[in-house]
């Protein structure tokens, strides 16, 4: 992919090397001035974007302020979560809105799913070779 950047899979568990090895990517997010550094899994089976509790606490969210209810599905049904929107700068790329579904659960990490990761970013997997692509939408 032109004007592409490059990622390294991370390996998850070291005592299963190369096959626990998933897609994170480093991200900074920012929300009214806070900033939380942190990696998130690139997930193209993933319908919503996904912000863990204590992640959208350290960007200064307040849950009773965020008034859109999200319905999540699969492993996160039960969790509550609401819509949230906040200023992602992944790589050398320019910084994008991002819309998270912010869950109280604290045991998921944050993914980066369809809506509206995949609808900012074209993204390309090369699990053989243990990297994906990430490159701004055209």
Not at 37 to 62: E, F, H, I, K, M
Request: glycine fraction near 6%.
């Amino acid at each position: 992919m032109a004007d592409a950047q490059r990622f390294p899979y991370v390996e998850i568990d070291p005592s299963l090397g190369a096959a626990s090895a998933l897609p994170y990517v480093p991200i900074t997010l920012e929300l009214n001035g806070n900033v939380a550094n942190v990696s998130a899994l690139v997930d193209s089976g993933a319908a919503l974007s996904v912000l863990p509790y204590d992640v959208g606490s350290q960007l200064g969210a307040v849950w009773e302020q965020q008034t859109i209810p999200v319905r999540l599905s699969g492993n996160l049904a039960k969790s509550d979560a609401r819509a949230i929107l906040v200023t992602a700068t992944l790589g050398r790329f320019s910084p994008v809105r991002l819309a998270f579904a912010w869950t109280r659960n604290n045991h998921v990490p944050v993914i980066l799913g369809q809506v509206n990761f995949f609808m900012e970013f074209d993204v390309c997997f090369f699990r053989s070779q243990s990297a994906f692509e990430i490159k701004p939408k055209a």
